[in-house]
């Protein structure tokens, strides 16, 4: 999936892979040393201005790689 700007590409993204996983938002709040609320609005899109440590933190709560791609446009 490309982002486009919007955070909720990337919840979106996160959000079926945690499905995937199996996991709990608990599972993932105790791994990520946060409250399962923190977790919830973190993956509902009511935490604004998300750093890319937290997402970071999120990603290996969930043992998966934050990867991120620069190109130039065409």
Do not use: F, P
């Not at 750093?51 to 620069?70: F, K």
């Amino acid at each position: 999936m490309i982002y486009n700007g919007n955070i909720m590409d990337i919840m979106k993204i996160i959000e079926h892979l945690k499905i995937d996983l199996e996991m709990t938002n608990n599972e993932i709040a105790a791994k990520m040393g946060k409250s399962k609320q923190t977790v919830s609005n973190l993956l509902n899109g009511q935490s604004k201005n998300i750093t890319l440590d937290t997402l970071n933190n999120l990603c290996d709560a969930m043992g998966c790689d934050l990867i991120i791609d620069i190109k130039k446009r065409n």
